[in-house]
């Protein structure tokens, strides 16, 4: 971890940290937890198939939280010095004199632990791409205009990250990453577009020029889509629009949803919430896995837990203080406050797409959608506007692009009518998915679609 900060005596993240925790213990806090998280980002972005923007930014900071007498509190620094430090312990005892104490609270992880290196988190290749990382852009470019795109526009962005996290009940831990990261909307006119991602841990499993080929592909397709009648669709969702509803499957899984009321999934614990094709994972451990670490926020080891097997609900995402209370124990997705989950992994079926195809009689395929929206969280029912190429079915065959729908279901009635699931699985990452995702096409039996004119 470099050395950082401004103004006052300065130190390295690791010397503060533990200056901090013995600090803020010398003033009565019953738990500490500092990490310290330093990030080198480079993002390239590209318009009308031009780059645009090149610009690269530094970020280190200091995280805090502190729990003195089941009053918690929460903070950070960007200064990593210690007056910067002396000041934020003024600060907290400030406001954990004003604050209400957390009845439910049951404190932390206790330390020490072991922790085991994840395959395919940090490649030094990312590190040196430097001015490489123009021409893998200019080459994903080149590959939309050669397939007949007339412009194209997104992102390219690479980060190199390292943490540290230090506990007052034994636990400190450190890791490091890198990761890349492709977006591209390629039109092909005004109103025929495709949308596609890639993103990866290592360089080379980075794939920028498929998502190209992929994303004008669907351009191409789209061309003169006539307006579709609202009704009732089997869908085949195509990874990147189905991993968009998986997110919110894994949000609702967080018992802190489920206590806030904001969760479909509450009181289901061990109950059919999905058909027997839906098998869904949170896996922190996975290699390559886009957020992928050791450690969860408490310094807990990331771990691999099954959500749903086979349409039944398994467990909730915890955190110590969670698990304590309900007796069982953490799932390793601290979230000090909110557990999260890290990567979600919808377990792949045995279809191809040409398949799942035929086994629609009046259906779609949706590409992507943007503008998810809950109107009642605790009931799963929400709306989303499929965009870019949308196809309809009719009588297992593709008859062309279609335009002006929104989808208005339910999310469990969205799980319990997954019928068919694909043997081939992409990682969604993005502005619409912020949880990593990885799943394959699959389709859903009756969903409700309605019109929309974007």
């Known amino acids: 971890m470099p050395k ?24 009565g806090a019953d738990d500490v937890v500092v990490s310290a998280i330093d990030e080198e980002v480079t993002q390239l972005k590209f318009v009308n198939s031009i780059i645009s923007t090149t610009q690269s930014w530094h970020s280190g900071k200091l995280n805090m939280f502190v729990a003195i007498g089941k009053k918690l509190v929460g903070t950070s620094i960007r200064s990593i010095s ?5 000041d934020a312990v003024s600060k907290i005892l400030k406001f954990t004199a004003a604050a209400v104490p957390n009845k439910e609270y049951e404190g932390i992880a206790v330390g020490p632990f072991s922790y085991r ?11 040196e791409l430097g001015e490489t990382a123009v021409d893998l852009l200019k080459g994903a470019i080149g590959v939309a205009s050669r397939n007949g795109v007339k412009r194209a526009a997104g992102v390219f962005e690479t980060t190199v990250s390292s943490s540290y996290l230090l506990t007052s009940n034994n636990v400190e831990s450190e890791d490091r990453g890198t990761k890349a990261y492709f977006s591209i909307r390629a039109f092909v006119d005004k109103y025929a577009s495709g949308h596609h991602v890639c993103n990866s841990r290592v360089l080379r499993k980075f794939t920028p020029e498929r998502s190209a080929e992929i994303a004008s592909a669907i351009a191409r397709q789209a061309v003169n889509p006539a307006p579709a009648k609202a009704g009732t669709y089997d869908i085949i969702f195509s990874p990147l629009p189905f991993s968009n509803l998986i997110e919110s499957v894994g949000r609702a899984a967080s018992i802190f949803n489920v206590e806030s009321k904001l969760s479909c999934l509450a009181g289901k614990l061990g109950k059919r919430v999905g058909s027997e094709n839906v098998t869904l994972v949170d896996d922190g451990s996975l290699p390559n896995g886009f957020d992928s670490a050791q450690f969860d926020e408490e310094g807990v080891p990331t771990q691999r837990n099954v959500l749903i097997e086979k349409g039944i609900l398994k467990t909730y995402l915890h955190n110590s203080s969670t698990a304590r209370r309900y007796g069982t124990k953490t799932t390793a997705n601290a979230g000090l406050v909110t557990p999260t989950p890290f990567n979600l992994v919808f377990e792949k079926g045995n279809f191809n797409k040409e398949e799942m195809i035929k086994e629609v009689k009046r259906g779609l395929i949706i590409t992507n959608v943007w503008y998810t929206r809950f109107q009642n969280y605790e009931a799963g029912d929400f709306s989303t506007i499929p965009r870019d190429g949308i196809f309809l079915i009719e009588n297992g065959k593709v008859v062309g692009p279609v335009k002006e729908l929104r989808i208005s279901d339910n999310l469990l009635h969205i799980l319990k009518g997954v019928a068919a699931v694909g043997k081939d699985s992409e990682a969604v990452f993005g502005w619409e998915v912020e949880t990593p995702t990885i799943t394959p096409p699959i389709l859903v039996r009756d969903v409700k679609v309605t019109k929309s004119v974007e």
């Open 117 to 127: 290196e994840i395959a395919e988190t940090y490649d030094k290749a990312i590190t």
């Open 4 to 27: 950082a900060g401004a103004g006052g005596e300065q130190g390295d993240a690791h010397s503060v940290a533990a200056y901090l925790v013995k600090q803020l213990k010398k003033k």
């Open 82 to 86: 210690k007056s910067a430090a002396d």
